[in-house]
């Protein structure tokens, strides 16, 4: 799941701005004029029923700019915003976004929300097949 989210915010941030979209900061990182860097932490990860799950992801996106001005910033916030919410989409999830945090800190635009989901895991049969069923009713006679 995470690797389909972190495909989805590809997909939305290339779509937003042609530049580097990092994951780990570097040096190359840190040489770059314009970039996104992007922290994906998994916040809930729990069980609901048997084979019913819940995962919760806080996603932190930063945009940062040479030229940085707060106008610049408070423009693409609102762009990276209309861009996730209301709906975020990845791999076979449709996640509802409901809200952002939008803030700039040290000279970064910060764009935080929390993607959810619940999904159900494959279960594997455990029940007898009906041939093994036969075998054991006629070893019983």
Known sequence: ?????????????SRIKDIDIFFEMNEDTLKTPEYFFVMIKPVINESLSKGAHKKVYLVDIRYYSEDW???????MGEKLD???RPVLKFGDFN??????????V???LHVRFKV??????????????????????????
Do not use: F, P, Q
């Not at 799941?1 to 941030?13: F, N, S, T």
């Not at 001005?69 to 423009?75: A, F, P, S």
């Not at 989901?117 to 097949?129: H, P």
């Open 95 to 104: 996640a509802s976004i409901n809200d952002t945090d939008i803030n700039v």
């Open 116 to 141: 959810g989901v619940i999904y159900k895991l494959k279960e594997e049969s455990t029940a007898k097949l009906m041939r093994e069923l036969e075998t054991v009713v006629s070893e019983r006679k």
């Open 82 to 84: 209309e861009a996730i």
């Open 69 to 75: 001005n707060h106008l610049k910033y408070m423009v």
């Open 1 to 13: 799941m995470y690797e389909d989210l972190k495909a989805g915010i590809i997909d939305v941030l």
């Open 106 to 108: 040290d000279e970064e």
